[in-house]
């Protein structure tokens, strides 16, 4: 069905902010205290074993994240293949989603804090039947989100009328 593939583009360095700012926020936070304290506090100073664990662990978090990010994004893609929506992402553990589109009905689209101030969406995929009030997938990053939006559900209302007219 190669004829029949909608892919969608993301925007692959407003992603790779939004997801580095998301992992190392926690990280940075006992960071930053660590150091203020060690400022201000004159007895305690940075070669404490506590503190040097703590800038130790963090850094090497901090570094981590920003080495595994852009190819976490690498890893991701988001495609109509026919009347199957398509999520792939994953580095370590990839998934690979399959969502019949007749069994979308909504599509959210979510933008928080960080979302917005790196410039990005996701849009939470509903789906009919799902016993969990989770999102049966999730498309992060996308470029023009409410284009991809609105595809998803024409191709969706598409096969629902193809559906009908067969029986």
């Known amino acids: 069905m190669a004829e029949n593939r909608t892919t969608f583009a993301i925007e692959t360095s407003?992603?790779?902010?939004?997801?580095?700012?998301?992992?190392?926020?926690?990280?940075?936070?006992?960071?930053?205290l660590t150091v203020w304290i060690a400022i201000s506090a004159p007895r305690l100073t940075v070669t404490n074993p506590w503190m040097l664990s703590i800038l130790g662990i963090?850094?090497?978090?901090?570094?981590?994240?920003?080495?595994?990010?852009?190819?976490?994004?690498?890893?991701?893609?988001?495609?109509?293949?026919?009347?199957?929506?398509?999520?792939?992402?994953?580095?370590?553990?990839?998934?690979?989603?399959?969502?019949p589109l007749d069994r979308v009905t909504d599509i959210e689209m979510v933008q928080g804090p960080l979302m917005r101030v790196c410039g990005i969406w996701a849009l939470q995929i509903q789906t009919a039947g799902s016993a969990?009030?989770?999102?049966?997938?999730?498309?992060?990053?996308v470029s023009n989100p409410e284009s991809v939006r609105d595809t998803i559900m024409t191709i969706r209302d598409q096969a629902a009328s193809k559906a009908d007219a067969a029986t």
Not at 14 to 32: A, F, K, N, Q
Not at 69 to 90: C, E, F, H, K, N
Request: aromatic fraction near 6%; include cysteine; charged fraction near 20%.
């Open 14 to 32: 407003r992603l790779v902010r939004y997801l580095r700012l998301r992992s190392c926020l926690p990280l940075l936070i006992p960071l930053v």
């Open 58 to 99: 963090g850094g090497i978090g901090v570094a981590f994240a920003v080495v595994v990010t852009p190819i976490q994004v690498r890893a991701m893609s988001y495609w109509i293949d026919g009347t199957t929506l398509r999520i792939d992402q994953g580095i370590v553990v990839r998934r690979c989603k399959s969502i």
């Open 132 to 141: 969990q009030q989770a999102p049966e997938g999730t498309i992060r990053g």
